[in-house]
């Protein structure tokens, strides 16, 4: 929000600082200003002129030569503009001077300096201007011309600063206003959080309750049907409305906002929804079926055309303004050119009410339409603001002669919003911001924000019983009271502190694991990535899911960003596939990439209630490695997670994005863990991939109950380990789990180690087996192991490795 600090000083006439000490004092008191324009940076010596007279230059058709009075002399200027005439007064730049636009439309930092000099031999002494030259936007000044010198209204004094009289002598201040300050989107919210800040009086612009002695409910009736999206309405009626263009201090404010002056009676409803925050509208009286207002939701599919002419289809979740018949405004957005003011109309209902924001929004959203009194909405505004801004608009209307004010108000108020009464501690306050101020300094402060505030005695020592406004729509407990004090004591008065705690807290074990897994893989040598959880249903064609696949039951967003994004996922595959194939693309052939993410499984389709949200971390690489430099990556970081036992590997994975002869489940006391395994040459393809690449996902919602802290330490061995090597025959459908299981229930509680340190599969190698070769090392903890004991271990051992048809190899 854009807020000029001469309109700000209307309400704080003792505020005279600069436009620098403005910024940091409100920025340091909780309202930060993102940025400040001086619009009057760069004019210098503008003085407004009157042309005595004009001749044709002697040498130049298109140049005139114009004597122009400047109020203490008159000087000499000679110019190309056209649209002047003797008598006119326009903006003046002195021998000297500055303009913020050049005549090429460049705007230098430093400005344009105007030096006398001479035009085709004829001197001139100055620079008559155009409201460009000056800064000013023309779509922001309906009266200057499409080209040439701006002209003042006629009376408009000699010699004086023509900058000053357009407005131009000012600072805008743009706000970061947060959604729960709603009170603050407003001039006058502004200004008593300036008041507040440098401990300045808030004066408030003149409301007065006007109106004739004729009772506008004999004229007008409303009727509010739907109060669940309208908290209040009301109404009041003008009569003999009288179009004419508004004095200059109001058209001067609207252009510092950025609105454009239309005519009396639309600049009034846009001054007061700037200066009070409250948005306004009018119908004109006469087109306004059986003169009663209905409020009430539209009809499913109603059709209505709005001011702008274009027609929109409506449901019945969007609340419109409605006469006897039709349809004349969506409630809170725009009116309907049905009952649009023109320059015929003569008598005028004004609207100020308080609608629903989430329904504008939402509505506004259906609809396509976004207006400033919809943006205004949305945020949820005071109901009881209504009367003040319609008293506020009345007021403004008999003093500019723009019509005649009826007596009385239609209001419909069905729950009135009262202002909230709360007791704070003292002590608390204190306690919170490491400060000792007394209740009495603590009053001072929130009585200039308008809360009404008592100092009692209480239980614990002086208690504040506070009655806060229902602008304040923020303040709802002590701690909020506590932000109060501190913004305007200064944040940077506040000593600094060590906190007080009584307990000390930790992180879930869940977050713990995720932690714990995070730095495992990148000590692994992986990356950490992030991918989106929305999807394009076509990636996962690539990944040759089958049709009844769980994958394909995706949750489809209602209003998504394209159709790249229109489901929600439910593998964590294709993105990290994506990235691999990106990082190939960038000739990064060996990249090591991980994501610890959810995904979405819905519990039912269409949905019913919130989908299951797994977390699931997800390893790839492509390049150098293979499927057991992945296994082993994955053990370590189940070992790591507290998994002390064996793990079981199953070859009959359906994840149809692996290679059917290299992937596996991973299981751990009979619970599955994830997958892992090389990528179908198919999906490498799918993704325009050469390298092979390779993928393990682990279900963490699955580890998180198994892992912990278990780590048993064990004094060093004292006696010697036996160490034997088995060459091994295999049929080469028996995998090295099973194997390794054999070996495990052979060697008993003897076994220490297991190592697979060869394969082969070759010419010397029967066909239909492989050949497996195992460092197997065993020990006793109480004593040195016998030949009897070794030999009967390795006979137990062979023996249960015979029984999954392994025997050891001749040669």
Known sequence: MNTSMNWLRAYVPGLSVSGQEFRDAMTLAGNKVETMEDLGENLEKIVTGKILSLEKHPDADKLSICQVDIGNEQIQIVTGAQNMKQGDVVPVVLDGGKVKVAHDGSKPKEGVEIRAGKLRGVPSNGMMCSIEELGGEKNLFPEAPESGLYIFPEGTPVGVDAAELLGLRDILHEYE??????????????????????????????????????????????????????????????????????????????????????????????????????????????????????????????????????????????????????????????????????????????????????????????????????????????????????????????????GEVVGGMLDCYPEKREDTKLTVSVFDINNLLGLSLSGEEMKKI??????????????????????????????????????????????????????????????????????????????????????????????????????????????TIANPLGEDFSVMRTSSVPGMLQALSLNEHHKNKNAKLFEMAKIYIPKALPLTELPEERMTLTLGFAGEGDFFSLKGEVEELLRQSG?????????????????????????????????????????????????????????????????????????????????????????????????????????????????????????????????????VSIRAKDHTLTEQEIVGCTNSLLKALEEKGARLRDA
């Not at 409506?314 to 969506?330: N, P, Q, V, Y």
């Not at 074990?509 to 959880?533: C, I, M, P, T, V």
């Not at 991939?689 to 919602?701: R, S």
Request: include cysteine; hydrophobic fraction near 40%.
């Open 177 to 402: 206003i947060t959604s729960n300050r709603v009170d603050c989107f407003s001039v006058l919210g502004l200004a008593r959080e300036a008041a507040a800040t440098f401990k300045q009086t808030l004066q408030y612009p003149k409301i007065e309750k006007l109106g004739s002695q004729e009772d506008v409910s004999s004229y007008l009736s409303v009727e509010l049907k739907s109060p669940e999206l309208c908290k209040r309405y009301t109404a009041r009626l003008i009569k003999n409305v009288h179009f004419a263009p508004s004095p200059l201090w109001m058209q001067i404010r609207l252009r510092t906002a950025g609105i454009r002056p239309i005519n009396n009676f639309v600049d009034i409803t846009n001054y007061v929804m700037l200066e009070l925050g409250q948005p306004m509208h009018a119908f004109d009286y006469d087109t306004i079926k059986g003169h009663k207002i209905i409020v009430e939701r539209a009809k499913e599919g109603e059709s209505f055309t709005t001011l702008d002419g274009v027609e929109h289809e409506l449901s019945d979740s969007i609340l419109c303004i409605k006469d006897g018949e039709r349809s004349i405004a969506l409630g809170g957005i725009m009116g309907g050119e049905n009952s649009m003011i023109t320059d015929q109309v003569k008598n005028v209902v004004l609207e100020a009410a308080c609608f629903d924001g989430t329904n504008i929004r939402l509505s506004g959203r259906k609809l396509g339409l976004r207006t400033d009194a919809s943006a205004y909405f949305e945020k949820g505004l005071d109901p009881n603001l209504c009367e003040m801004a319609m008293d506020r608009a009345c007021t403004l209307i008999e003093e500019l002669g723009a």
């Open 643 to 775: 998994l002390q036992g064996n793990f079981h590997y199953d070859k009959d994975c359906e994840k149809a994005f692996y290679h059917p002869g290299r992937k596996a489940n991973i299981s751990y006391e009979g619970k599955l863990l994830g997958s892992l395994g090389e990528i179908h040459p198919e999906v490498l393809q799918n993704f325009d991939m050469k390298e092979k690449a390779y993928v393990a996902i682990l279900d963490l919602e699955a580890l998180y109950p198994l892992s912990g802290d278990f780590r048993k330490y064990k004094p060093v061995a004292k006696f010697p380990a036996v160490t034997r090597d088995f060459s091994l025959l295999v049929p080469v459908n028996v995998m090295a789990g099973d194997l390794e299981e054999a070996i495990r229930k052979g060697a008993g509680e003897l076994l220490e180690k297991i190592e697979l340190f060869d394969i082969y599969v070759g010419a010397q190698v029967q066909e239909g087996y492989k050949s497996m070769s195992y460092k």
């Open 446 to 555: 929130l009585t200039a924000l308008e809360i009404s505030t008592e100092v009692k005695n209480g239980a614990n020592g002086e208690e504040l019983s506070l009655v806060i406004p229902s602008f304040r729509q923020d303040l709802e407990r002590m701690a909020d009271i506590a932000e109060e004090v501190a913004r305007f004591y200064g944040y940077d008065k506040i000593p600094s502190t060590l906190p007080k705690a009584t307990t000390v807290g930790g992180k879930a074990k869940d977050l713990q694991l995720n932690q714990k897994l995070r730095h495992l893989a990148e000590a692994l040598g992986y990356s950490e990535s992030y991918f989106y959880s929305f999807e394009s249903k076509k990636v996962y064609e690539k990944l040759l899911f089958p049709k009844d696949a769980m994958e394909w039951q995706q949750i």
